[in-house]
């Protein structure tokens, strides 16, 4: 059974920073891409940044490209995303999801078979 937890959100100003962390369990057979969603109040769920578990191919939405980071600490078997000068539009539920792919990129939702409990990220002006 995998499992993905989330930690690290919270409120901050526009321009501030916070990392998420996504912590996993489980076994490592269905997946090999791990991402973060996020989805803004009377918005759909979009995608935002995607790693291989080995480290590969991180992939960024462009509308996050150049504030965030995303890595993976295979030791700890966590996935982090750090978020640098944020934005009001930022603000969202964040969450952690793995899948099992073999090209670049994101990928649909749909693909993603295993999902995290989300954590609400604030960012005020």
Do not use: H
Request: glycine content about 12%; hydrophobic content about 30%.
């Amino acid at each position: 059974q995998v499992q993905l937890v989330e930690s690290g959100g919270g409120s901050v100003q526009a321009g501030g920073s916070l990392t998420l962390s996504c912590t996993d369990s489980g076994s490592t057979a269905s997946r090999n891409f791990m991402a973060w969603f996020r989805q803004a109040p009377g918005k759909e769920r979009e995608g935002v940044v995607g790693l291989y578990i080995d480290g590969n191919s991180p992939w960024y939405a462009d509308s996050v490209k150049g504030r965030f980071t995303v890595s993976r600490d295979s030791a700890k078997r966590t996935l982090y995303l750090q978020m640098n000068n944020l934005k009001p539009e930022d603000t969202a539920i964040y969450y952690c999801a793995a899948a099992w792919r073999s090209v670049a990129g994101i990928g649909r939702q749909s693909e993603y078979k295993y999902w995290g409990q989300g954590t609400q990220v604030t960012v005020s002006s």
